[in-house]
C-alpha cells in the first residue's frame, strides 16, 4: 500500500542543511499497521509529512521515492497530491485543539473535504459527517456536529479528526501521537476505536508514537527510528519484547513497570546528535553503553533472524540487557513521615460558576448560572519526604486542587495547612513566607519559562526576590542549581528556546527548588516527554526526594509513572477523592470501581500480547 524506498529529507536551517531522515526505507502492507517510534527529533512526523506529500518549504527529498498503491508521490503534481489527500489518504495529528478550526461547529469540519472533494453540498456533508460521528463513538452525533471544539472534550475532539480523516473513505491513515493529551480510559477507547475501523474497512495504518505501550497494542510492525535512521525493524513481538539494537534496550528499559517498582529507572544518557553534522560512524555511539571501536564505522541495516538492526555489534547483544541504574542518593531518615504533616488540607471545596445565558420567567428575563465544583471537601495529608500520586481522567479536578492548595486558586471553603500555617483564609499579600516554602512544577515549561530571559537569570529571580543570599552569591547558587538538576553551568547563558523538553523542564525543576521548598505540586511534570528524558526526570525528582526531603503532590494520568514514584495513591473522580492508600495496595488490590476501571485501561508493554495477536 506504501512503499518508501531510501527517503533522504533535508531541511535548510539558519545553522545549515540539517539532514532529519537518511536513507528510509519501510512498507506499510494493505490492512496491517506499521508504528514508528523513537525520541523527539528523530525524524518520525517527517516521514509522515513527506508520505502526505505536506513537507514545508524548508524541506527537500534529497533521494530516495515514495510509493503509494504504485503511484510515485514525488512525481506527482501539487493538484494531484491535493486530491490524493482528499480521497485515499487520511492524516490523524496529536493536538486536535490546534487543528480544529474554532469558529466552525464540528460537523461542518468533518464534512468539509466531502464538499471539496466528491462534490457533495453542504447538506449532504452535514449528513454524512453525523454518520461519521456515529461511527467514531460519538453519543448523540447531530447534536454534537452542530456544536463548537470547546464545547466538547478531549477524547470526543480526538474522535471528530478522525471522523474527518474517515471521511473520504481512505484507504491509509496516517496517526501522529494521537493519544498522548489523553487519559488513559480515553486512549483506551481511541485504541479500541482504530481497531474496529481497521478491521472494518480493511484500512492500513501509520501510527506514529513515543509510548510504547500503546504501539505493543495496537502495531503489527515496529520500527525504531533514532537520529533520522532506522536502527530496528520487525514485528511488535519481537522488537518489544527482545529488542537487538542498544537504542530500542534503553527505550524499552526507560519504561516504569507495574508491580516491578525500583528505585531508579534507566535512563538513556546525552542527548540526540546534531543533524547538521551527524557522526559518520553508529549516531548512537556517544550514548551507548555497549559501543565498541567498530562503532565508529557507518552501520548499516542487516538482517538478524526475523528483523533488521543497525549495529555491528547485534549479535553479540540479542541477549544482554540494558544496564541497571545504580542509587545515587544516600536517603534522607524519613521517620518524619510519621510526624506532623507538611500539607494537611481539611474539607477543601472550590466551585466555579460558569455562565449559562439567559431564561425568560414570562416576560423577565433571568441569567441562568451552572455550577461546576471540581474539588468536593477533599481531605488529605502528605508528610516530608513523601509522594503522593494524585490519578483520575482528565476534569476530574486534579490540577484544580494542586492549584488551590498553593492558593493559585482561592478556596470557597475548608482548611489549607503548609507547614504550622493556615493559608486558607489569608488574603494573597499575607502568603509571601508560603511561596517560599510550598512551589509548582507546570506541565508546559514553553509556557512557564520568559523566552527573552537567560536561564540564569530565570533561576536567580526567585533567590533575589526571598533574599536568600548577597547578591554577590546569587550566580554560585544558580550553578550550584544548575548542578542539582544536572546540567552544565554554562546553561545559565542560553535561552530557553536553545534547550530540548526534558532540559526545559529540569529548568523549571531547578526554579521550584531556588526557594528551597518543602513541599512541590508536579502537574503533569513528564506527560508529554519521551520515555527516556520522562525517566530522567523522574530519576531526578526521586533523587531530590531523597536527598533533600522534599515532599511532592504528583499529578499524572499516566499511572505507570505514579504507580513507580509514589508512596501513596489517591484517585479523583468528578471532584472527589474515591480511593486513597499505599501504593502498591492500590495498584494491587484497588477497592474503588472506578479505580479498578482505570487500572484496567493503562497500556503495558509487558503484558500479554492482545487476543488479535
Not at 534503553?250 to 546534531?274: E, F, M, S, T
Not at 557522526?279 to 552501520?299: L, M, N, V
Not at 531530590?544 to 504507580?563: E, K, T
Request: glycine share 8%.
Amino acid at each position: 500500500m506504501l512503499q518508501i524506498d531510501d527517503l533522504t529529507v533535508r531541511y535548510r536551517t539558519p545553522g545549515g542543511v540539517l539532514e532529519a531522515l537518511s536513507s528510509i526505507s519501510i512498507s506499510a502492507e494493505k490492512g496491517r499497521t506499521l508504528a514508528l517510534v523513537g525520541e523527539s527529533g528523530s525524524g518520525k512526523s517527517t516521514v509522515a509529512l513527506a508520505a502526505m506529500g505536506l513537507l514545508p518549504q524548508e524541506a527537500e527529498i534529497a533521494s530516495g521515492k515514495i510509493v503509494f498503491d504504485g503511484r510515485d508521490i514525488g512525481a506527482m503534481s501539487f493538484e494531484e497530491r491535493r486530491q490524493l489527500r482528499g480521497s485515499r489518504l487520511g492524516l490523524v495529528f496529536q493536538d486536535p485543539f490546534s487543528v480544529l478550526n474554532p469558529s466552525l461547529p464540528i460537523g461542518e469540519q468533518v464534512g468539509e473535504g466531502l464538499v471539496h472533494h466528491r462534490g457533495f453540498s453542504k447538506a449532504q456533508a452535514f449528513e454524512r459527517a453525523v454518520e461519521l460521528l456515529n461511527e467514531v463513538g460519538i453519543v448523540n452525533p447531530q447534536a454534537v456536529a452542530k456544536a463548537y471544539p470547546h464545547e466538547l472534550s478531549g477524547g470526543m475532539r480526538q474522535r471528530a479528526l478522525i471522523a474527518g480523516a474517515l471521511a473520504p473513505e481512505p484507504d491509509l491513515l496516517i496517526l501522529d501521537e494521537p493519544t498522548t493529551a489523553l487519559d488513559v480510559t480515553i486512549e483506551a477507547q481511541i485504541l479500541d476505536l482504530l481497531e474496529q475501523l481497521r478491521t472494518s474497512r480493511g484500512l492500513t495504518m501509520l501510527f506514529i508514537s513515543h509510548n510504547l505501550g500503546v504501539v505493543r497494542r495496537i502495531a503489527d510492525e515496529v520500527a525504531v527510528l533514532y537520529a533520522g535512521q532506522i536502527v530496528e525493524h520487525g514485528s511488535t513481538t519481537e522488537v518489544l519484547h527482545h529488542p537487538v539494537h542498544p537504542y530500542s534496550k534503553g527505550l524499552l528499559a526507560a519504561i516504569p513497570r507495574i508491580g516491578l517498582k525500583q528505585h531508579r529507572l534507566a535512563a538513556i544518557p546525552g542527548r540526540l546528535p546534531d543533524l547538521r553534522k551527524p557522526p559518520s560512524g553508529c549516531r548512537f555511539i556517544t550514548r551507548c553503553p555497549f559501543a565498541t571501536p567498530s562503532s565508529d564505522a557507518p552501520q548499516t541495516l542487516r538482517q538478524v533472524g526475523e528483523r533488521k538492526v543497525r549495529c555491528a555489534n547485534a549479535e553479540p547483544l540479542r541477549d544482554t540487557p540494558w544496564p541497571r541504574p545504580e542509587q545515587v542518593a544516600e536517603p534522607i531518615d524519613l521517620s518524619a513521615r510519621n510526624q506532623k504533616p507538611i500539607v494537611s488540607v481539611t474539607d477543601l471545596t472550590k466551585t466555579f460558576r460558569l455562565g449559562g445565558g439567559w431564561r425568560f420567567d414570562g416576560w423577565r428575563p433571568r441569567k441562568v448560572e451552572t455550577l461546576l465544583t471540581p474539588v468536593n471537601a477533599i481531605s488529605l495529608d502528605i508528610r516530608q519526604g513523601e509522594v503522593l500520586g494524585l490519578v483520575g481522567e482528565s476534569g476530574s479536578g486534579k490540577t484544580t486542587l494542586g492549584r488551590t492548595i498553593l492558593r493559585l486558586i482561592d478556596p470557597d471553603a475548608g482548611t489549607i495547612r503548609i507547614g504550622s500555617e493556615t493559608i486558607s483564609d489569608k488574603p494573597q499579600r499575607e502568603l509571601e513566607a508560603m511561596r517560599r516554602t510550598a512551589q509548582i512544577v507546570f506541565q508546559n515549561p514553553d509556557s512557564s519559562l520568559n523566552p527573552r530571559k537567560t536561564i540564569g537569570e530565570l533561576l536567580a529571580r526567585p533567590i533575589e526576590r526571598f533574599g536568600l543570599v548577597p547578591k554577590a552569591e546569587i550566580p554560585a547558587r544558580v550553578r550550584a542549581l544548575l548542578d542539582l538538576v544536572r546540567l552544565p553551568a554554562h546553561y545559565a547563558d542560553r535561552y530557553a528556546h536553545q534547550m530540548s523538553g526534558g532540559e526545559k523542564q529540569r529548568v523549571g525543576i531547578a526554579r521550584a527548588l531556588a526557594t528551597e521548598p518543602k513541599f512541590i505540586v508536579c502537574d503533569e511534570p513528564v506527560s508529554a516527554l519521551d520515555v527516556s528524558v520522562q525517566a530522567a526526570i523522574v530519576n531526578l525528582l526521586a533523587d531530590l526526594r531523597d536527598r533533600l526531603g522534599v515532599a511532592y503532590l504528583f499529578i499524572s494520568h499516566d499511572i505507570s509513572v505514579v504507580a513507580h514514584l509514589a508512596d501513596r495513591i489517591a484517585v479523583m473522580n468528578r471532584g472527589e477523592l474515591v480511593e486513597i492508600g499505599d501504593a502498591d495496595t492500590v495498584m494491587n488490590n484497588p477497592q474503588h470501581p472506578y479505580t479498578i476501571k482505570l487500572l484496567s485501561a493503562v497500556p503495558r508493554v509487558d503484558a500479554a500480547m492482545q487476543a488479535r495477536t
